[in-house]
């Protein structure tokens, strides 16, 4: 039986804690007695037969008639699918995707389907490499259909293949692909790796446009989400859900599959990564000792190729299918059961660890701005209650912070550094005075469409992410960080943890309470 | 008396656009109120001589007390007081049309400054000025006759003090022929000499031998930047050698004859060859010694142009100079120009019975500056006042330690010697950005080492100079004066203090004309920020852009080994890469010759080539070679521009397919275009010259005339110096990560440099090759299209 997650009141006896540094990795001493740990629960056991419980969801679909019943021959079926944010690391072969396409083919096949098209829910994301494709739909997929040209992903930027479906009674537009409105059916292969993916955000955001997006992307709705890992205190949520209703009222027909993994997240040799310190074997601390070692002389480059590398043994805890919401309400229950931490009162600094990846650098950089967003967009936002970190409290990450980008995944971020960080930080204002140019940048958009980039407004969501972190925490530091490249952040730097406690302290005084989130693994605080 | 004496006179001015002219007809018209003035000045290679007057002279600072006191009757008094005839004393004639002989031989008075001051001018056109400039006139005013009255006008001939010679002790106001020390030389046959030097010095440069280096000298600096800016090249190398000849000769013949140079030299024997052929015509000679700023007139301090002591005193504050030959006891003959003006005003009022036929205007006899006051006053003055570098640093000036002219000569000859040695490795290694700048700034250095050099050679003789100028003349002209002469027309060199003069009106002066840093810190807008802000106006036209190291680090090499081994398999990829090595240096060496035969060779490479697996290839190149070798910033530039309204074009040697996917950038890309065969394979040949080198010049200018744009408002970015015709079309050139030569050129001519950078962090492939197809995929190409590879690789 796994354990539970767990909350450590760190003591004299405690051993130092392992912090992520991007590409590396740190022990530090907490200050005994007013700091704590928060430790994601075990990974849950999986699901043995994966594919039988496949069709049997499809079997048993929630609040729909079994999927077989809904296809018929010279039907228009459409199966789009989560792209390559998820799941992070990317899962060891077979991917998850290729199992349920593949279950879903067999029964539109034995219907009698012919008219098949599978694509990419990339939203405004970058197209995924051919590799990439293939690692998700596998090779028998990708050869059947990418040649043909129905396997193919998503272009937000292409007026002749999306459909305009209306607006909310919020005024929100709704716009999404044109063939995923115009099919018969649509079945949505989702990863539901946090709270916050599936449900109407897999079809209204992942196959929309940024005339539809940015009624939800923007500021004013994340500063009042709170958090996006709860679904019932997110504005983001709700905009998707509006968006959600447009969608059945318009008639789209959406047979949503829904998957849920377990926490496992590194395999054997980096096993030390989600163990709990105090618990670390002989031969853990070595690995460590060995591998920061070995790291601190590997050039960043050869160590970013290394860790993406990693393909994690994450398995499958449950699949559902049916009706969008309903199924929605069983995966988030279970995303919370391997998740949920419990975690009494908030506290004056929080610690986080920033890793290599994010949703938005799989075989990339993990750049200045997604660092803020991972700080400050993620791992702020594991919560339901409240925050972690107090009102005017500090946010503490440790993480290399390079001016580092990649020119091909990245182009309009690197643009966003120089031009809109060097002008202003604050979200509101930036979305004002520079949003609109980069989205309708025709550049930004031919490299999003032909290229590997992502969309030109896209550095622009990732910063809004961490907007309710920047109007909720008086100063971010983040140790260890390129000190010109965290100013423009707007953030202070600090070489040690001893120096950025000593840096926080005119804020939070001299014996503030200590919080570190000791993820990855992922883990949703719920804070009361 | 001198107001009265010149009243209503008319009175001619040479060399009005000089140092001494422009004070003297400043003076003219301010203080002696009824005189008009007759200039002869000699057009310029664009303006007018009486634009000239306009640009030149009434608007010079010397003008502004004129101006003020005249306020909107400025011009008009102008056009009423003085007249231009267009002249130069250098012809024969002195070029002046019938007319305007007659105007100006019947002035009253005929003031003669023009010389060839230069202390390096060649032999020969310091005869043709300095030599035979004052007898010329006298030839006209003969010829023409005698005015009205029966007169000749009196000529006023400025010639200067060092026509002494090197000597010590005293030199009288006498001709130099009258003095002990003649020796005797011809004029005239230093005429014919000094002409003949010049027809053999053009004709030894015409030698094919010569002709050669030039060419060689110009293809160094110049690189691969064609035929025409090739040519240009050479030719400024082979005058530039000729004269360079000439100076030579001219410094040695004057040192040979005991001048300390071919000035002072040629200016003796002009004294000499007017006293022969004055005919009937009066002559008064007026000889300054080193003529520095004013001391009150037209304002404290006034200085045109830069002379002898300012470069090297700002040398010595820029830390250049450390050290300047001289004895410290010797005397420094300096005098303010307005002194000398007023002397030669009041010479010119004294009249040809009056006023003394030599009159020297000197302070060593009288009013001795010592070489070591200047120098302490010197170096005082900028501890107290120090010059600060680009950093923003004061920089410390050095103890003068009166070193002999050997020792500091030598001492800069080794410091040069090391400097062109360091500059000759860093110019053979292929540097690019900001090592290219350091081999900029080392040829920086070279040339202010060099400067300093030639100051020592050609001033040092003058600070060494022991002869001491008597001013007798002077001095009685000065006893003749009334009081209100004294205090307009101060002409008396015992009035100076030197300290006070040195570090209130001099030094401050030359300070601000030499436009040095003399404020802490660094400036908040430096000059690459001024020239962006230029670049990024919305009044300039076009943006031309080069692609290869100018907007990516990547060449056609690379484009086509990507294209070339996207479809093989490993083996097959070691052989190709092994064959491109191999090939390697014989290409290199070929781009470097010119760049479109190299283009040419290497594009035939894609003969057969199927035309549609290149497009679909092409496609991924953006991504896979193109955008992960871009410069970010370089992407940025290009949409700033197009933000700003610019048209934006890339002028490429690239194949146009490679280059298709950064059309949303450009208004026009012109890339090389390849023939297409009936079969739909590529040939191999290029359909037109690519645009390479001077072919990119015209593009551009072409581009322009039919879109109605200007070359002057555009913009060009360019990273080699094969760009140069490019770069030197448009108003606005811009290097890019230049390679050593352009970043010399690029920071001579006060380009703007950009050092743009791959992101860093982003992925490096080793080697350009194409991402390795599955199996199943080459299978599946090789079928649809019947082969798998070009012809060179199978």
């Known amino acids: 039986m796994p354990r539970p997650g767990f909350v450590l009141e760190v003591d004299k006896s405690t051993p130092p804690i392992l912090f992520w540094r991007g590409e590396n990795f740190s022990l530090e001493k907490l200050p005994a007695g007013r700091s704590r740990v928060i430790y994601a629960p075990e990974p849950l056991p999986a699901i043995e037969d994966v594919d039988g419980a496949i069709r049997h969801a499809l079997l048993n679909p929630i609040e729909q008639d079994p999927l077989p019943e809904q296809l018929f021959p010279g039907m228009k079926l459409t199966i789009a699918f989560d792209d390559v944010s998820l799941p992070l690391p990317k899962m060891q072969r077979p991917d998850i995707r290729q199992r349920v396409i593949e279950a879903v083919l067999d029964m539109a096949a034995e219907a009698g389907v012919d008219d098949v098209h599978i694509i990419s829910a990339l939203a405004l994301h970058r197209r995924m490499t051919e590799a990439e494709l293939r690692h998700a739909v596998g090779d028998r997929v990708y050869d059947a259909f990418a040649p043909r040209g129905t396997l193919y992903q998503h272009d937000a930027e292409d007026p002749e293949n999306l459909s305009y479906l209306g607006t909310t009674p919020h005024g929100e537009d709704v716009e999404i692909n044109k063939r995923a409105a115009e099919s018969d059916l649509l079945v949505y292969v989702n990863i539901n790796l946090v709270a916050m993916d599936g449900g109407w955000k897999s079809t209204a955001t992942g196959l929309s446009s940024y005339k539809s997006l940015r009624h939800h992307h923007n500021p004013e709705t994340m500063i009042h989400s709170r958090s996006f890992m709860d ?298 | 008396m001198i107001s009265e004496n010149l009243h209503g006179k008319r009175i001619a001015v040479t060399g009005a656009t000089g140092f001494v002219g422009t004070a003297l007809v400043e003076r003219l018209l301010f203080s002696v109120p009824d005189c008009e003035v007759v200039l002869l000045v000699r057009n310029g290679r664009r303006t007018a001589a009486a634009e000239r007057v306009r640009r030149e002279i009434f608007k010079n600072d010397a003008f502004d007390r004129l101006r003020a006191s005249l306020g909107p009757a400025f011009d008009a008094t102008m056009q009423r007081r003085v007249s231009v005839v267009a002249g130069d004393v250098g012809t024969d004639g002195l070029g002046l049309s019938d007319e305007d002989a007659k105007t100006f031989a019947s002035c009253d008075t005929i003031i003669h400054s023009a010389a060839s001051v230069s202390f390096d001018s060649p032999l020969d056109s310091a005869v043709e000025v300095n030599l035979l400039g004052p007898m010329r006139i006298a030839e006209l005013v003969n010829r023409i006759g005698p005015r009205a009255n029966g007169t000749f006008p009196h000529l006023v001939a400025v010639s200067t003090c060092y026509v002494a010679g090197n000597r010590r002790g005293t030199a009288p106001e006498q001709l130099v022929s009258a003095g002990p020390f003649d020796i005797g030389l011809n004029w005239k046959t230093e005429v014919t000499a000094a002409r003949r030097l010049r027809g053999d010095a053009e004709a030894a440069s015409r030698m094919p031998s010569e002709l050669q280096k030039f060419r060689s000298e110009a293809r160094s600096e110049l690189g691969a930047a064609g035929a025409p800016a090739l040519a240009e090249k050479t030719e400024q190398n082979r005058e530039r050698w000729v004269k360079d000849q000439l100076v030579e000769a001219g410094r040695s013949r004057a040192a040979s004859v005991g001048w300390p140079d071919a000035y002072a030299f040629t200016k003796a024997l002009g004294e000499q060859a007017l006293h022969e052929t004055k005919g009937a015509v009066p002559v008064s000679i007026v000889r300054p010694s080193i003529i520095e700023s004013a001391l009150a007139e037209p304002s404290p301090g006034w200085i045109r142009g830069f002379r002898m002591a300012e470069p090297v005193i700002i040398s010595y504050a820029r830390g250049l100079l450390d050290q300047f030959p001289g004895v410290p006891e010797g005397t420094v003959d300096v005098i303010p120009v307005d002194i000398v003006v007023a002397a030669i005003i009041a010479v010119a009022a004294l009249g040809p019975e009056d006023a003394p036929h030599i009159t020297q205007v000197a302070s060593g006899s009288t009013n001795p500056l010592k070489y070591r006051t200047l120098v302490d006053n010197v170096r005082d003055w900028f501890t107290e006042h120090p010059i600060y570098d680009s950093e923003g640093q004061p920089i410390v000036v050095a103890d003068w330690k009166f070193p002999g002219r050997g020792k500091v000569e030598k001492q800069l000859t080794r410091a040069k010697s090391i400097i062109t040695k360091s500059e000759k490795v860093l110019q053979a290694l292929p540097l690019r950005g900001n090592q290219a700048t350091w081999s900029a700034k080392l040829e920086d250095k070279r040339g202010d080492l060099e400067r300093a050099l030639e100051y020592v050679e050609l001033y040092g003789l003058y600070t060494e100079c022991e002869a001491i100028y008597s001013v007798d003349n002077l001095l009685a002209i000065n006893d003749r004066l009334d009081a209100h002469d004294r205090s307009a027309f101060c002409l008396d060199p015992r009035v100076v203090d030197w300290p006070t003069y040195i570090s209130t009106i001099h030094l401050p002066s030359i300070v601000l004309h030499s436009r040095v840093k003399t404020t802490p810190g660094k400036s908040t807008l430096d000059r690459s920020d001024r020239l962006r802000k230029q670049i990024l106006d919305p009044k300039r036209h076009v943006a031309a852009f080069d692609l290869e190291n100018t907007l990516i680090s990547s060449n056609v090499v690379e484009s086509y080994s990507w294209l070339a081994t996207r479809r093989l398999n490993s083996p097959e990829r070691v052989r190709y890469v092994l064959r491109t090595m191999k090939e390697a240096p014989n290409l290199l060496s070929m781009d470097r010759k010119d760049r479109s035969d190299f283009l040419r060779y290497f594009y035939r490479r894609y003969e057969d080539a199927p035309v549609e697996q290149i497009e679909e290839d ?71 010259v690519p645009p390479t080198g001077e072919t990119r010049a015209q593009v551009l200018a072409e581009y322009c005339a039919a879109e109605g744009l200007r070359l002057e408002e555009s913009i060009a970015y360019a990273d080699s110096s094969s760009d140069l015709p490019m770069l030197e079309a448009v108003g606005f050139p811009v290097a890019v990560n230049p390679e050593t030569r352009l970043a010399a050129i690029a920071r001579k001519r006060g380009w703007l440099v950009e050092n743009w950078e791959k992101s860093p962090g982003g992925p490096r492939p080793r080697l350009p090759l194409g991402p390795m197809m599955s199996e199943r995929e080459q299978k599946r190409f090789s079928v649809r299209n019947g082969r798998n590879s070009y012809r060179s690789l199978s």
């Not at chain 1, 993994?261 to 618990?279: H, I, Q």
């Not at chain 2, 940025?636 to 040697?653: D, F, P, S």
Request: hydrophobic share 40%.
């Open chain 1, 231 to 528: 679904q019932h205190r997110s504005e983001l949520h709700k905009s998707n859900w509006r968006m959600g209703k447009v969608l059945l009222d318009s008639g789209v027909k959406v047979f949503q599959i829904e998957t849920t993994l377990n926490t496992d997240t590194f395999p054997s040799p980096f096993g030390f990564l989600a163990k709990r310190e105090w618990e670390w074997k002989p031969s853990d601390r070595m690995t460590f000792l060995a591998s920061t070692k070995a790291l601190n002389r590997t050039p960043t480059r050869l160590a970013r190729k290394i860790f993406h590398s990693i393909e994690a043994p994450h398995q499958m805890t449950s699949v559902q299918a049916g009706d969008v919401e309903a199924v929605h309400r069983i995966t988030t229950e279970h995303v919370y059961k391997q998740q949920l931490v419990e975690v009494k009162g908030q506290t004056d600094i929080l610690t986080l660890g920033i890793p290599y990846i994010s949703p938005y650098n799989v075989h990339s950089i993990l750049n200045p701005i997604l660092v803020m967003c991972m700080g400050l967009g993620y791992y702020f936002n594991m919560y339901k209650g409240m925050p972690l970190v107090r009102e005017g409290g500090v946010i503490i990450m440790t993480h290399p912070t390079q001016p580092d980008f990649h020119p091909v995944h990245h182009p309009s971020y690197i643009d966003f550094f120089e031009q809109v960080l060097a002008d202003t930080t604050d979200p509101k204002v930036m979305s004002q005075k520079w949003e609109k140019q980069y989205a309708e940048d025709e550049w930004y958009k031919h490299l999003y469409r032909t290229t590997y980039a992502y969309h030109g407004v896209h550095p622009f969501y990732m910063w809004y992410w961490g907007s309710h972190a920047l109007q909720h925490c008086s100063r971010i530091i983040i140790v260890g960080g390129d000190p010109k490249t965290v100013r423009r952040l707007g953030f202070v730097p600090a070489s040690t943890m001893d120096d950025a406690l000593e840096i926080a302290s005119d804020v939070v005084g001299r014996a503030p309470t200590i919080t570190h989130l000791h993820a990855p693994p992922l883990m949703v605080a719920d804070v009361s």
């Open chain 2, 618 to 688: 092409s496609r991924e190149l953006l991504a896979q070679l193109i955008m992960t070798k871009s410069f970010p910033a370089g992407l940025r530039r290009v949409r700033e521009h197009r933000a700003l309204g610019h048209r934006t074009i890339l002028i490429t040697g690239a194949m146009s397919f490679a280059v298709e996917g950064l059309r949303p950038l450009f208004d026009e890309i012109v890339a090389a275009e390849m023939t297409i065969r009936p079969d739909g394979t590529y040939s191999g040949e290029l359909a037109k």
